[in-house]
């Protein structure tokens, strides 16, 4: 029901933008929150956004470098990473859940299969 595209390989100093699409009801009740996995590593907030797109959070190492919103209409997610680095390589996840206290911690109802972002410096 949560479904990432987007990702890839790209240099060090590269944009990228992951799309998340949702076919969840109700989609426009959610906070969406992007996670990330790097290799060898327990997967991580990144950053998320309330159902009406007017509020965010990021990890500190990302903010400033990556931008999430939202279009409800469509029912996607995007999250734009800029001046990428290789420690952002990662396998990346969007995930929908109700509460905003759970998902910034990681509790969802909903999670994507992920997608791989590979930064080679």
């Known amino acids: 029901q949560l479904v990432e595209s987007g990702g890839g390989l790209v240099q060090a100093g590269d944009s990228l933008r992951l799309s998340c699409a949702a076919s969840?009801?109700?989609?426009?009740?959610?906070?969406i929150g992007w996670f990330r996995q790097p290799p060898g590593k327990a997967r991580e907030f990144v950053a998320a956004?309330?159902?009406?797109?007017?509020?965010?959070y990021y990890e500190p190492s990302v903010k400033g470098r990556f931008f999430i919103s939202r279009d409800n209409d469509k029912n996607m997610v995007y999250l734009q990473m800029n001046s990428l680095k290789s420690e952002d390589t990662a396998i990346y996840y969007c995930a929908g859940e109700s509460n905003w206290g759970r998902i910034i911690y990681g509790l969802a109802e909903y999670w994507g299969e992920g997608i791989q972002v590979t930064v080679s410096s």
């Open positions: 969840i009801d109700f989609f426009t009740s959610y906070n």
């Open positions: 956004i309330d159902p009406s797109g007017t509020s965010d």
